[in-house]
């Protein structure tokens, strides 16, 4: 998870694991961290599950990447609030999906 990454995206072997036929996406520039010199990631609109709650989300795929996966705003951030708490013993880590009125 990433509150400053714009969106959810994954190394491109992890969506040809799952079949994603990641160059058929919309080609999106990526910019920051995760880039190499002139990195592309293909955007993909597809179903998750996090913490038991199953939605579609915009995920992008890049090749050449440093991370193997992000979790950001559009797409997590936006439908769940994440808590970490590191003053446990042990530290505990928890998600909730935001309700929608």
């Known amino acids: 998870m990433d509150t400053g990454a714009d969106h959810c995206f994954f190394n491109?072997?992890?969506g040809e694991a799952l079949?994603?036929?990641v160059t058929n996406g919309i080609p999106v520039p990526l910019t920051g961290?995760?880039?190499d010199a002139n990195a592309t990631g293909f955007l993909h609109r597809l179903q998750i599950t996090v913490a038991a709650q199953t939605l579609e989300a915009?995920?992008?795929f890049a090749f050449g990447i440093?991370?193997?996966g992000i979790l950001g705003?559009?797409?997590f951030f936006e439908h769940f609030v994440a808590t970490f708490d590191w003053t446990r013993d042990?530290?505990?880590f928890d998600i909730r999906?935001?309700?929608r009125n």
Request: proline share 17%.
């Open 33 to 35: 961290f995760v880039r």
């Open 90 to 92: 042990p530290p505990c």
């Open 19 to 21: 079949g994603v036929p």
């Open 66 to 68: 440093t991370a193997t």
């Open 12 to 14: 491109a072997e992890i």
């Open 58 to 60: 915009p995920i992008l």
């Open 97 to 99: 999906r935001i309700s």
């Open 73 to 75: 705003q559009v797409g």
